[in-house]
Structure formats: structure tokens, C-alpha cells
């Protein structure tokens, strides 16, 4: 009984010790455990700091090189053509529109001063423009007759827009507004009382342009079929009127109806 006694006892030593032990090594590896994930959020976190401070140093670096971007209108330049803007204003005109203009009418565009020739400039690029001229009633060509009735404005001018472009990058952003309303503003000056429309063309199938034109108050006044060739195809246009100075549109029994029957038949 003594012997059994004595095994018990120092079984139950053995035991105990040996919980002991293990829980002191667990205490040990849960330690190191920790200390390991401490150093590694220390180094990372220092990596980290390290790599802001490299990104900071180089945007620092390159910023003074980085042109600033286009925030708005007030960043832009106005001015009128001259001839040493020729080539530039010919590469805008041969990206932005379908259309090929002759050689002579870029010589005309940028150097004779019966056209307005504006362009909004960015750090000195050609960023939009718009080429337009004030003619007398009389000159307008056949197929835009009846924008005006003769007999009532016989001695009045138009304005014509011939072209209105802006940098793809610079679209949606205002430019082609400020262009035409720099153009609007000239034409209902006092000395020039005597516009009594503004009126252009435009592909039936440019429905951005026809939406901004019509933002801006131009009325939908003929449907001129084939009138484009674009890549030696015939292309339909509209003309698109504003009238200005107490101008108004021949007076007739259709002329009320006449834009949504027109745009009833070739818009929707």
C-alpha cells in the first residue's frame, strides 16, 4: 500500500510539473509571438512612412515641371486670327471637321478682316475657334433666302457662322460658349443695330452641335438635302437661325409650325 502510495504521489508531481512547463513555454512562444508581430508593424509601418516620403519628394520634384490643367474659361485668351496662325488653325480644321476646305479659304480665314476669325488661346495653343462674318441681306446665298423677308430688311446685314471648333480635351467645358457669345455681343452693339439674324449650317447628323446651337437659342429654320459632301458622299444639313435687333422670320401661316414639322420629319 506504501509503494502505490508513493507512485501516486510522485505521479501527481510529475504532473503537475510538467503543466508547468508548458505553460511557461506557451507564455514564452506567445512573447516571441507578439514580439514578432510588434517589429513587423514597426518596419512596415516605417516602409510605409518612408515610401510617402519618397512620393511626397517626387511629386514635390515634378510638379514644377507639370503644366497646370484647365479649370475654366477665365484661363483663356481671346484673339483674332493672323496669318502666322495658318498652319495650326488648318491641322484644327482638317481634325475637327469632315469637311475639306480649299487653301484659299485658310489665307482668307486668318489675314482678310471682313471675317470675325476668333480663337480661344491656351499657354499659347489654339484651343477653339470660330470663323464668322457680318454680310448685307442680299448676299445671302439662294438656298437661305427666305431666312429674312426682303421686303421689310432690305438694307439690313446677317451674321454667318461658318465654322465653330473646339480641342476635344476642352469640349463641355465652356469654350465654344464664351466664342459665341463674344460673337453675339459684337453683332447687337449699337452701330450694328442693323444684323438682324444670325444664321449657319450644320450636318443633320451632328446631333452635339445641333443640341448646343439649340441650348443657345438658334431655331431650326430649312432642311437643305444633300447639301455636304463628306469623303465624296452627299450629306443632308440644316440651317439653324437667331434672330437679333428686333429681327424675325418672314411672316406666313406655316412659319409657327414650321421648325416641329421639321424636325418631326428628319430629327426624330
Known amino acids: 500500500m506504501r509503494t502505490e502510495s508513493i507512485k501516486r504521489k510522485r505521479f501527481q508531481q510529475e504532473k503537475t510539473y510538467n503543466k508547468k ?53 477665365a484661363d483663356l485668351q481671346l484673339r483674332f486670327l493672323c496669318p502666322s496662325d495658318l498652319d495650326q488653325v488648318k491641322d484644327l480644321c482638317k481634325e475637327w471637321f469632315p469637311i475639306q ?33 457680318v454680310k448685307r441681306s442680299d448676299a445671302i446665298n439662294k438656298e437661305d433666302k427666305g431666312i429674312l423677308d426682303g421686303r421689310m430688311y432690305s438694307n439690313c446685314t446677317v451674321g454667318y457662322i461658318l465654322s465653330l471648333g473646339v480641342c476635344s480635351s476642352f469640349r463641355r467645358q465652356g469654350v465654344a460658349s464664351l466664342l459665341l457669345d463674344s460673337f453675339l455681343n459684337h453683332v447687337t452693339q449699337s452701330e450694328n443695330q442693323i444684323c438682324k439674324a444670325i444664321y449657319l449650317h450644320v450636318l443633320t447628323m451632328n446631333s452635339a ?38 429681327g424675325h422670320p418672314p411672316w406666313g401661316l406655316l412659319y409657327p409650325f414650321l421648325e416641329k414639322i421639321l424636325k418631326y420629319r428628319f430629327i426624330h
Not at 448646343?212 to 447639301?227: A, D, M, N, T
Not at 450629306?235 to 435687333?245: A, E, Q, R
Request: charged share 25%; hydrophobic share 30%.
Open 101 to 133: 476646305y480649299p487653301e484659299a479659304w485658310y489665307r482668307d480665314i486668318t489675314s482678310d478682316p471682313r471675317f470675325y476669325s476668333l480663337a480661344a488661346v491656351y499657354q499659347s495653343k489654339l484651343v477653339g475657334l470660330l470663323i464668322a462674318e
Open 209 to 246: 452641335a445641333i443640341r448646343f446651337y439649340e441650348k443657345h437659342y438658334f431655331r431650326l429654320h430649312s432642311f437643305l438635302p444633300y447639301y455636304y459632301s463628306v469623303d465624296g458622299k452627299c450629306k443632308d444639313g440644316f440651317t439653324y437661325v437667331l434672330y437679333i435687333n428686333g
Open 21 to 73: 512547463n508548458d505553460r511557461i513555454r506557451n507564455d514564452k512562444e506567445m512573447s516571441c509571438i507578439v514580439k514578432i508581430a510588434t517589429r513587423n508593424k514597426a518596419n512596415k509601418r516605417k516602409r510605409y512612412s518612408a515610401s510617402k516620403d519618397s512620393n511626397r519628394d517626387h511629386h514635390d520634384t515634378t510638379s514644377q515641371y507639370l503644366s497646370p490643367l484647365f479649370t475654366s474659361t
